[in-house]
């Protein structure tokens, strides 16, 4: 499934994003755009910048640097992604290693977001906000991930948004956790698969390499 | 170090939470507790409760159930743990895997709590409310953890509150997710172990046993 793999993000399918918004926003041209705040000369989109995705930049960089902090990113996505998916995706987006989030950056984890937002919606069948446990096997199945019963279960308990309980239905998964749990599946297979070099499906690892690829894995 | 090890949660040390509430709380003897709202006959503390701790998780029992949800332990700590670590205490002191904590559990978990903020406490040399990398590296030998210097700056990033930045200095690790990196290690040290029967340093695990190390872990 090509929205899954992370090459992809760079992808473009000749969509636009948010169409309506072109002639809510036609005043701005974002050619000739001006700084939008004063004293900061210089401050507004790249050329050829999608309006709408500079918008939504200019909105997260709120101390108008240009650049998005991690702090910027955890306001922007409050309450929506827990801090470890944050970080995965500040890790995965920031290329040139800054430890902020330009524009074309932005433009890239936009474009990954929405990719995910859209398989989300599409495993979650019963349209409930969240992943269940059959959605979730879908999900990885159609992935290519064809994992034990035991592996889902434990999967779907330690991302859903709750623990198991003894009372209510069991938490499903928000959207956040399950794009994290699907990276750290596609992490730690591929680490794993690095080292099952005879493609017998076991390998021998030292207690240094067991820890380097988990700490690794988001 | 003992106040790494899970079961010295239930462990008496002949210390007395905040000394200072007994006098403040004389009024209301525990064994004679009458219920603290109306309509909800018998809430109350269980025997020879701790006044103090009674208080806090009648605080945190906010519907007056007589038990913790995930819900409202969560807002208890909320923006000071995240939910893998609150999920992380709750499997810990869930002991009768209701999906709920109960007032002895509760104890437990507020032990455990309090213990590891004196660890904390304790590790954390300069007192900026953080654990940095050297403080890290000093924590997890004192717990007889002698990693490799590559692991400790793993581990220093994956739990750190922040990414790496090129400008700022590293973030530290916050005292919920410093918590959950101890546990982490230990969990995935232990699992290790029970497979290197010959104590070599190397294990031979299957995909199955590999993903399932993982996801046992906090």
């Known amino acids: 499934m090509s929205l899954y793999s992370h090459s992809s993000q760079y992808g473009h399918h000749g969509r636009h994003h948010h169409n309506s918004t072109s002639s809510q ?72 290693r800054s430890g902020t989030i330009g524009f074309n950056e932005f433009a890239g984890l936009w474009k990954y977001i929405a990719d995910w937002q859209n398989v989300f919606r599409h495993f979650d069948r019963d349209g409930s906000g969240s992943i269940e446990g059959h959605e979730l096997s879908e999900a990885l199945r159609s992935f290519g991930y064809n994992l034990s019963p035991r592996l889902l279960q434990l999967i779907e308990l330690k991302y859903a948004t709750g623990p198991a309980s003894g009372y209510a239905p069991p938490a499903g998964i928000s959207f956040d956790r399950f794009v994290r749990a699907c990276v750290v599946v596609k992490s730690l297979t591929e680490a794993f698969q690095q080292l099952d070099t005879d493609r017998d499906g076991w390998i021998q690892v030292s207690y240094q390499q067991f820890m380097e690829m988990f700490l690794r894995a988001p």
Not at 25 to 34: K, L, T
Not at 49 to 62: C, G, K, R
């Open 25 to 96: 926003h036609s005043y701005r041209d974002p050619r000739y755009a001006q700084p939008l705040v004063g004293g900061y000369g210089g401050y507004g989109p790249p050329p050829n910048a999608d309006p709408q995705l500079w918008q939504w930049f200019s909105t997260v960089d709120t101390d108008r640097s240009g650049q998005i902090s991690l702090n910027e990113l955890q306001a922007a996505l409050v309450n929506e992604f827990d801090l470890d998916t944050v970080k995965m995706l500040m890790n995965m987006f920031d290329a040139d």
